[in-house]
């Protein structure tokens, strides 16, 4: 078997707001590639405003195949970034295989991870080929903490991104599909098996500013850090900042979220509101007794044209690249009238992803970040 000959992709979409029309959209253009009706495994994402259980049904019962998807605030593909309507990639020959695991509830992740454990063991991957994974988390029940840390030790040898299902910062419902049905409080662990190489890797644009800022009192279970440096944590960071708290709207939240070391990296902890009590409600868990700093946005494409020359070096031109990047990072490409051109730039690196409520690499649930796995032709 010639590997690069048999990884067969196609991505399709449709801006149809009948989920039926839209379904049947997305067949037709699969037969116009010349491709069979129903693919070997199929990934969706798509607007949550359509009615989720007629689309699931129409999802359902025209591609009878493994399948799982969720929704999110804008897909990314060929177009670029694209707001409303659904996107779906089709797998196939046997390039690259797909099976889906259902977690549930995400809270209690422990038993799940114990049975795909169990299922990897059982169905090791063939001779030349490795596995990795995808996480499509519901963005509302703060479980993501718990669930990428519990699936990085009980894998081991499986690296995983992740993304965290959004409805575009209203945070209202973000369910996952999974069998036939969108559900909430679940995450779907979708595990690809492939004897091309491929590369995991995550992309930040903030810099951190001189100064530490100590997290004298947090409640991680409810993503708020209540004091820095022995203050109210909104005087604390908004001196850092050098304003007054009045001046800590969402603009400036998103382009000064925490930086918190790990290994020799920053990874983010996006800052979603400032609360009555001037705590700084977070995306992501933060201890107390972590060392932070502010971090401070740097244009977004500089970042991705950096990371995507070293996937490059590494991998060779990808046939694939599976990314989850945080919508809030869409909105500061927006701000810096980069979008296009940052759409531009997924879309050349064949980037089939979402916008996301929060981003999982291996062991870390991330924020303001852009998780991918890339796969190369060869």
């Known amino acids: 078997m010639q590997a690069a000959d048999a990884l067969r992709i196609h991505v399709a979409s449709s ?52 399948l799982t998807g969720c929704i999110s605030g804008s897909q990314i593909g060929p177009q670029g970034f694209r707001p409303g309507g659904i996107s779906l990639l089709s797998l196939d020959g046997d390039g690259l295989d797909m099976r889906i695991h259902l977690i549930e509830p995400i809270l209690d992740p422990g038993p799940a991870v114990q049975r795909i454990t169990a299922e990897l063991a059982a169905w090791p991957p063939a ?45 209202e419902h973000t369910p996952v599909y999974f069998g036939g049905r ?93 609360t009555r009590s001037r705590a700084l409600l977070c995306m992501s868990a933060v201890d107390a007794g972590v060392v932070a700093a502010v971090g401070d946005a740097q244009p977004p494409l500089a970042a991705l044209e950096r990371s995507f020359e070293e996937v490059r070096q590494r991998l060779g031109a990808p046939a694939l690249v599976l990314g989850c990047d945080c919508t809030l990072r869409r909105r500061q490409a927006a701000r810096d009238n980069q979008l296009d051109a940052v759409g531009e730039l997924l879309a050349a690196q064949r980037v089939f992803g ?13 924020n303001q970040s852009f998780t991918a796995i890339a796969v190369s032709a060869r």
Do not use: K
Not at 41 to 61: E, H, I, T, V
Not at 195 to 201: C, E, G, I, V, Y
Not at 222 to 234: C, D, T
């Open 182 to 274: 969108f559900r909430s409080n679940v995450a779907v662990f979708a595990v690809f098996e492939t004897a091309h190489a491929f590369l995991p890797f995550r992309v930040q644009n903030f810099q951190p500013r001189v100064g530490r800022l100590v997290i004298t009192e947090a409640d991680p279970e409810r993503r708020l850090v209540i004091q820095i440096n022995g203050l109210p944590a909104a005087e604390a960071y908004a001196e850092a900042l050098g304003l007054p708290e009045s001046a800590l709207e969402a603009r400036v939240l998103e382009a000064h979220p925490l930086l918190v070391r790990v290994g020799q990296e920053h990874v983010v902890r996006a800052i979603q509101r400032v």
């Open 127 to 171: 001779a030349g080929r490795r596995q990795f994974g995808l996480l499509l988390v519901d963005g509302l029940h703060q479980g993501e903490e718990r669930l990428a840390h519990a699936l990085y030790h009980g894998l081991g040898d499986v690296p995983f991104i992740g993304g965290s299902a959004s409805d575009d910062m209203r945070f």
């Open 15 to 66: 801006a149809d707001p009948d989920p039926w029309s839209a379904v049947e959209e997305l067949r037709a253009q699969r037969l116009a590639a010349g491709l069979p009706p129903t693919p070997r495994a199929a990934l969706f994402f798509c607007d949550g405003l359509y009615p989720l259980q007629d689309l699931a049904d129409a999802l359902s019962s025209r591609f009878d195949c493994p």
């Open 354 to 366: 979402f916008s996301t409520h929060g981003e999982q690499y291996n062991g870390m649930h991330i």
